[in-house]
T-cell receptor, first 114, second 116 residues
Framework: GNSVTQMEGPVTLSEEAFLTINCTYTATGYPSLFWYVQYPGEGLQLLLKATKADDKGSNKGFEATYRKETTSFHLEKGSVQVSDSAVYFCALSDRGGSNYKLTFGKGTLLTVNP | DAGVIQSPRHEVTEMGQEVTLRCKPISGHNSLFWYRQTMMRGLELLIYFNNNVPIDDSGMPEDRFSAKMPNASFSTLKIQPSEPRDSAVYFC??????????????FGDGTRLSIL
């Protein structure tokens, strides 16, 4: 079955530090890949997505590249801000076929200190 | 634009009581999802509707849980009778038409449910 593995948290960084949150996946077919962010007391929000190999999703300074050869979709940001403190979820959805479900990783808590 | 609206935001009730959670999806979206989030199990998909029809309820924990979508703008998730292990944050999400697996899901702010 499909699965998503992301790095265990929590991750604590200072403002302006470089961020990487690793995500690898196992899937049948050709999944679409997503990063969602959850701020305290809120629901998940789509941060970025990529629907095919070598696609790069980007938003708000965050980037992730769909790497089929390594089955990875690592999230990066060059300079984090205090406002980026949140829980980040990697997710996949099979493209084509009948598997519509989003499979989520367990989430990585990021805390950015001033 | 209004997002996915869930009510209530918080619910505290005693074991054995019926609990009803409500969701209004984004206008024009035709897929609706109910999730449960706990520390132990993370995010779990409970049930999925497409065009108001339940497509897969294999994630519903047991017969105490039921969900309905009487029209395109409203869905409910009921727990009867409720138990302390049902305590969690319940999220509703919707997505627009198109290939479902490619469409991003838009989440509500959730209902934090506590069963005493």
């Amino acid at each position: 079955g499909n699965s998503v593995t992301q790095m265990e948290g929590p991750v604590t960084l200072s403002e302006e530090a470089f961020l990487t949150i690793n995500c690898t996946y196992t899937a049948t077919g050709y999944p679409s890949l997503f990063w969602y962010v959850q701020y305290p007391g809120e629901g998940l929000q789509l941060l970025l997505k990529a629907t095919k190999a070598d696609d790069k999703g980007s938003n708000k300074g965050f980037e992730a590249t769909y790497r089929k050869e390594t089955t990875s979709f690592h999230l990066e940001k060059g300079s984090v801000q205090v406002s980026d403190s949140a829980v980040y979820f990697c997710a996949l959805s099979d493209r084509g076929g009948s598997n519509y479900k989003l499979t989520f990783g367990k989430g990585t808590l990021l805390t950015v200190n001033p | 634009d209004a997002g996915v609206i869930q009510s209530p935001r918080h619910e505290v009730t005693e074991m054995g009581q019926e609990v009803t959670l409500r969701c209004k999806p984004i206008s024009g979206h035709n897929s609706l999802f109910w999730y449960r989030q706990t520390m132990m199990r993370g995010l779990e998909l409970l049930i999925y509707f497409n065009n108001n029809v339940p497509i897969d309820d294999s994630g519903m924990p047991e017969d105490r849980f039921s969900a309905k979508m009487p029209n395109a703008s409203f869905s409910t998730l009921k727990i009867q009778p409720s138990e302390p292990r049902d305590s969690a944050v319940y999220f509703c999400a919707s997505s627009p038409p198109g290939q479902v697996s490619n469409q991003p899901q838009h989440f509500g702010d959730g209902t934090r449910l506590s069963i005493l």
